[in-house]
């Protein structure tokens, strides 16, 4: 049973614009939602993290929205930059009771032209 | 250095042939996890220690896979008898982690395995 979904698999998006990244979750016991991006042959580095009591997080370029009624969350990346081309994964845990370590989404390969 | 160190970087192993991966977390980080990252999958979860104690192993794939802690710090995942199905890369993450609350988890680099 997949947890976490992603989408979309692959995007490209031109330098500049705007990269949108969504993930929505089913176990409402989740209430810790990082984005992590990993480049090829590192391991995954967190990005921004958020908390499921505010709807929005940003930090420089990239911002968080949250929707708990929808069980859903997105990463923006404004003025994409060919720097941030790499894999992203949304991730949830949750604190107190049960596995205490992240559920990932199969990842977004995302890739910036300049 | 200041981050989690996984070590090898590369290990190709023979079917059948039993594999240790070592893990150095930063250091005083209580929480450290193993997940297995599948080609162009995301990382799922093997299993969580905190300091010495092994809270969470749910994610092991079968009993061929076995890992350790004894003095909280350094971690090695045992592979016994490798199949072609473990050729994934192994990835090592700590965090400060208290009171079951989740704080950033930081990775190593991985180690890739190749089962032949």
């Known amino acids: 049973q997949q947890q976490v979904k992603q989408s979309p698999q692959s995007l490209i998006v031109q330098k500049g614009g705007i990269s949108i990244i969504n993930c929505a979750y089913e176990n409402t016991a989740f209430d810790y939602f990082p984005w992590y991006q990993q480049f090829p042959g590192k391991g995954p580095a967190l990005l921004i993290a958020i908390r499921p009591d505010v709807s929005e997080k940003k930090e420089g370029r990239f911002t968080i929205s949250f929707n708990k009624s929808a069980k859903q969350f997105s990463l923006h990346i404004m003025d994409s930059q060919p720097g941030d081309s790499a894999t992203y994964f949304c991730?949830?845990?949750?604190?107190?009771?049960?596995?205490?370590?992240?559920?990932f989404g199969k990842g977004t390969h995302l890739i910036i032209q300049p | 250095g200041a981050g989690v160190s996984q070590s090898p970087r590369y290990k190709v192993a023979k079917r059948g042939q039993d594999v240790a991966l070592r893990c150095d977390p930063i250091?005083?980080?209580?929480?450290l996890f193993w997940y297995q990252q599948a080609l162009g999958q995301g990382p799922e979860f093997l299993t969580y220690?905190?300091?010495?104690?092994?809270?969470?192993k749910s994610g092991l794939p079968s009993d061929r896979f076995f890992a350790e802690r004894p003095e909280g710090s350094v971690s090695t995942l045992k592979i016994q008898r490798t199949q072609q199905e473990d050729s994934a890369v192994y990835l090592c993450a700590s965090s400060l982690n208290m009171a079951r609350m989740n704080t950033e988890a930081f990775f190593g680099q991985g180690t890739r395995l190749t089962v032949v």
């Open positions: 991730a949830a845990g949750g604190s107190g009771g049960g596995a205490d370590g992240l559920t």
């Open positions: 250091s005083g980080h209580v929480s």
């Open positions: 220690f905190q300091n010495e104690a092994q809270l969470d």
